[in-house]
């Protein structure tokens, strides 16, 4: 999920998407390079991502990734999970315990 | 994971493409920033799912490698393997085609077939035609009266179609002049379309057509349409002669089409009312005590031959409650029976389904044997590659990876040996068709190598790949590591590993080779000494130099005196060919497991009440052409035949049962009662004679000649004695025949001899099968012994050596070695013999003038084996005689 969320700005390369999450999680996130790779293999043959190779900012060629439209209706699937699973989870939780004392 | 990553390009282009954009993001990032490239590499390619692909080919090409290199190795365990295939494959098509096998129509699972079952033969049936199949709790029989068949077929809610068949029999067919026969079957005006058999060209038999006084039509059968048109659809229109009966031919039915017995290729349909036409009683049709008529059904959709049985059964009963006109008629009624009548009459299962369990059982011995072998050699190699796997499971390969490596290289030697099982099978088929058909060509059983043979094959193949390459899978991976790659003796010992007794897996192995090589032997032995005994039986005549062959002239048209006289006629020419020493006649053929039985009267007294003898109508010269020898009177002549003489020969048993041992001649008695009685002079006594078969005591046996009454004058066969061999005469005999009539065929031309063996097919089938199974069996087994003292001779190379260095002798030592191939064979003997003993009254009815316990014959498998074992021993202990002593030490 947190893959398909960070393509949802537009299409990065492996190395880029390692370092969005990195950075969009304040580093609590530090996905190694080694799990994210088989991850966006998993998902393009799952048919969530595409890939193409594309000239790179810094001019470089490197393999980007880009949602496909199954890709999206799959996160927004899974985010309304997690928002009523986080909701939940909150409400349970209420508010922090040192503070009712 | 896609199908296209099957084929290797894919794989290759995608793998080059990741390893590029790896490359490219390693550039970008640094690259321990992204760690270990290789890894993840690695676990992408497992995300596409084709790692088992690549390490599958590895496996293979690997496997292949292994066993190219062993080239002895291999050859024997898939030759070996590959016989146990074919022999069971084989075996399996004639199973196939006489037990499982559907008939080739629409939705055969519909059909229903019609049989009753009764106690003992019915009282009810005055008169029965059809065959019957006795067991031991009654009889079971397909042939109805014509009268149930109406009842039954009245009956809407269980069959969509009950339709009527009847046999024929042997017709002669005559088209344009030319004569043939023909089988010939009657059918029900719903026969074809209950059967949902199209026609090839023309139309088939309907409703309108089955009438009596419709206009005479057959179909023919798509085979002898072609055989005898050229081109089947010529057929349609054509008129032909059926028995000098015209009919016109309105159809040809589809290839493959045979009708309903596998036993039996129907070759001419003829509507079943027409019966009369042919000669049948037009009684039939009405007459409720006539047994004939056959009934097959096509079950409505959804409904199940239990719910069938329970409708019809009650219909049945209650008919032929009405038809019974006395307390003992009505004692044992026949009771319906609905059987499944997908695979149609079941001739062949009847006749030979006993027979191919033996046979099934016994190729499963063979398998079992091969396969015994495989995993004793595989045990061996494996035992020999220790260092090899201990190598690869030290350098971090997983104990199953190696597991599935040694299990991919089985199951590819199994898969070679099932190639050329299939081979041996293809040749075995044609052997044992050749072998069971006997010379005959209206042998049936179409065995052939069809997708069911072909499957159990496959399935045989790596069944026994993976049953028996597990053993020795598992076995060798489960090693010692430090000690394998220590001992630098390549293949060291093995731990042994006990079982029984101190008896290694190996020896196991052996020893339940040997037992049942033990089996194979006994029921070898068995099989050889009853065709001995069968080939031993004296015959009373001379069966060397026979010419036999039938006509039958009264269905093309002659009757009474003018039938005797184109016999006599024809006689005369067939006597006047060239090479023929003596010629004669008979109604049927001696040893042919034909009879004819009839009640006699007698002048005196008899301690019998109900005297009855076989007997047989025979031409001039009968004693003589047969070389039968005459005791005492004169036997029937030309002139005997010629004034239609009421005289008669009998045969010893026959003076002594009804004349106490007295000469015969001249005494009177009458054959046959009341008004078909026929009051016969005894003018001569014939020495005793084999009737019907070989394995039946000799009955009484009453000759007389075929016009002493010509009611009885159908067809004869015609026995030539040849000068030299009788086959040569075949060309003359026919033009003779052409000469005297040419509307008339030949029949079932052989010679006496290929006629008494075909009586003793089956056995000499079994023996000869069983010979081979046995001699396959031992070969095997023995190839197994061989391996494994082979193997434990050089395994103990350096303990030879010592024990010659210590001053052992070469007898010494090679007896030490055969001791053990004989103890092996012994404990084999020990377990096999009681079992061959326990088991072989399973095959007692197959054996002629012998115990299913012969100790002639359990001693000499007994010897046999250990003599083999010997010879198998005495190879590698020779081998071992001639170690060096000091090369051998330096080694150690």
């Known amino acids: ?101 | 994971m896609t199908w296209k990553y099957l084929i290797p390009r894919f794989r290759r282009r995608e793998e080059a493409d990741m390893q590029e954009e790896l490359e490219a993001l390693a550039e970008i990032a640094g690259r321990r920033e992204l760690g270990n490239l290789a890894l993840a590499a690695e676990n992408a390619r497992a995300v596409w799912g084709w790692t088992w692909i690549e390490s599958l080919a590895a496996d293979i090409r690997y496997a292949m490698r292994t066993l190219a290199a062993n080239p002895a190795f291999t050859a024997m365990a898939a030759l070996s393997l590959a016989l146990g295939i074919g022999a069971n494959t084989a075996i399996y098509s004639f199973t196939d085609a006489a037990l499982v096998r559907s008939l080739p129509v629409w939705e055969p699972h519909r059909l229903a077939m019609l049989n009753w079952r009764c106690k003992d033969f019915p009282k009810v049936a005055h008169s029965f035609s059809g065959n019957n199949f006795k067991d031991d709790a009654g009889m079971t029989s397909g042939n109805f009266p014509f009268p149930a068949y109406e009842v039954l077929r009245s009956r809407s809610d269980v069959f969509d179609v009950l339709f009527a068949f009847n046999r024929a029999g042997r017709l002669i067919v005559q088209i344009r002049g030319q004569a043939e026969m023909g089988t010939g079957v009657y059918a029900s005006g719903r026969f074809f379309s209950a059967l949902g058999a199209p026609p090839a060209a023309g139309r088939l038999i309907d409703d309108d057509d089955d009438r009596p006084g419709a206009p005479p039509v057959v179909v023919f059968s798509f085979a002898y349409a072609e055989r005898r048109f050229g081109v089947a659809a010529r057929a349609v229109g054509q008129p032909v002669l059926l028995n000098n009966t015209p009919f016109t031919v309105i159809g040809v039915a589809a290839p493959g089409f045979y009708g309903l017995d596998n036993a039996e290729i129907d070759d001419i349909y003829l509507p079943l009312r027409l019966g009369p036409l042919m000669g049948e009683s037009a009684s039939r049709y009405q007459n409720s005590n006539s047994y004939w008529v056959q009934m097959m059904g096509r079950l409505r959709p959804g409904v199940s031959l239990a719910q069938a049985q329970s409708a019809l059964a009650p219909m049945f009963q209650q008919f032929v409650l009405g038809t019974a006109a006395n307390e003992q008629e009505r004692k044992d009624l026949p009771a319906l029976l609905v059987k499944d009548g997908g695979s149609g009459l079941e001739t062949l299962r009847h006749r030979y389904s006993k027979a191919l369990y033996v046979l099934t059982a016994l190729a499963g011995l063979i398998l079992l044997i091969a396969c015994a072998n495989l995993a004793n050699l595989l045990l061996a190699r494996a035992a020999a590659r220790r260092k090899e796997i201990g190598m690869r499971l030290s350098l971090g390969a997983g104990r199953m990876r190696v597991v599935r490596q040694l299990l991919t290289e089985s199951i590819l030697l199994a898969s070679l040996a099932g190639g050329l099982g299939v081979l041996f099978a293809a040749w075995g088929i044609h052997a044992l068709t050749r072998l069971l058909a006997n010379d005959s060509d209206t042998f049936t059983m179409h065995a052939e190598l069809n997708w069911n043979v072909l499957g159990l094959a496959l399935a045989l193949s790596f069944a026994t790949g993976l049953l028996f390459g597990l053993a020795p899978a598992l076995q060798a991976t489960r090693v010692d590591l430090a000690a394998v790659l220590k001992d630098a003796n390549a293949g060291g010992p093995a731990p042994r590993r006990r079982w029984f007794f101190g008896f290694s897996m190996r020896r196991m192995l052996v020893v339940a080779q040997m037992a049942i090589s033990v089996l194979l032997l006994v029921a070898a032995g068995l099989f050889a000494r009853t065709l001995n005994n069968l080939n031993s039986v004296e015959l009373g005549f001379n069966r060397e130099h026979l010419l036999l062959f039938g006509i039958n002239a009264r269905n093309a048209g002659y009757k009474d005196a003018a039938l005797a006289q184109f016999y006599q006629g024809l006689q005369t020419r067939l006597n006047a060919i060239p090479g023929v020493r003596s010629g004669t006649s008979s109604n049927f053929r001696l040893v042919s497991q034909s009879m004819s039985k009839t009640s006699i009267e007698l002048d005196h007294p008899l301690a019998s009440k109900e005297p009855n003898t076989a007997y047989m109508i025979v031409g001039p010269g009968f004693l003589t052409t047969m070389q039968i020898p005459l005791l005492a009177g004169r036997e029937i002549d030309a002139r005997d035949i010629a004034t239609g003489a009421k005289v008669a020969l009998v045969n010893q048993k026959f003076a002594k049962t009804f004349f106490d041992g007295e000469n015969p001649v001249g005494r009177h008695f009458k054959l046959g009662k009341d008004e078909y009685a026929l009051d016969l002079e005894i003018v001569g006594l014939a020495r005793d004679t084999r009737y019907s078969s070989l394995k039946e005591a000799i009955p009484e046996i009453a000759y007389f000649s075929y016009t002493a009454d010509l009611s009885r004058l159908y067809a004869l066969t015609y026995e030539l004695r040849a000068v030299g061999d009788p086959l040569a005469l075949t060309s003359a005999v026919r033009r003779a025949l052409q000469d005297a009539d040419p509307r008339i065929p030949l029949s079932n031309l052989t010679t006496q001899s290929q006629t008494i063996d075909a009586t003793i097919g089956q056995e000499r089938t079994f023996a000869a099968l069983c010979a081979c199974f046995a001699a396959l069996a031992v070969l095997i087994a023995c190839v197994g012994l061989y391996g494994m003292i082979a193997y434990n001779v050089a395994r103990r190379t350096g303990e030879i050596g010592m024990r010659m260095a210590l001053g052992a002798g070469r007898g010494g030592l090679v007896w030490m070695i055969v001791r053990e191939a004989l103890a092996l064979t012994a404990a084999g003997l020990a377990i096999g013999l009681p079992i061959a003993l326990a088991t072989s009254h399973v095959v007692k009815s197959f054996l002629f003038e012998m115990k299913p316990n012969d100790p002639l014959t359990l001693a000499a498998a007994g010897a046999i084996l250990l003599a083999v074992a010997a010879a198998a021993g005495y190879a590698p202990a020779w081998r071992a005689s001639r170690i060096d002593p000091w090369a051998a030490l330096r080694h150690e």
């Not at chain 1, 969009?24 to 190779?53: H, M, V």
């Not at chain 1, 790179?56 to 985010?79: I, V």
Request: aromatic share 10%; net charge positive.
């Open chain 1, 1 to 101: 999920m947190l893959v398909l969320r960070t393509l949802v700005f537009g299409p990065l390369h492996g190395y880029g998407i390692a370092k969005a999450i990195r950075s969009a999680s304040d580093e609590a996130f530090d996905i190694e390079f080694g799990s994210l790779y088989p991850a966006l293999k998993r998902l393009e043959l799952k048919g969530w991502l595409a890939s193409r190779w594309e000239t790179s900012e810094s001019n470089r060629r490197a393999k980007f990734y880009r949602l496909t439209p199954a890709g999206r209706k799959q996160l927004a699937a899974e985010h309304a999970k997690w928002s009523d699973f986080a909701g939940a989870v909150r409400r349970v939780m209420g508010p922090a315990p040192g503070e009712a004392q």
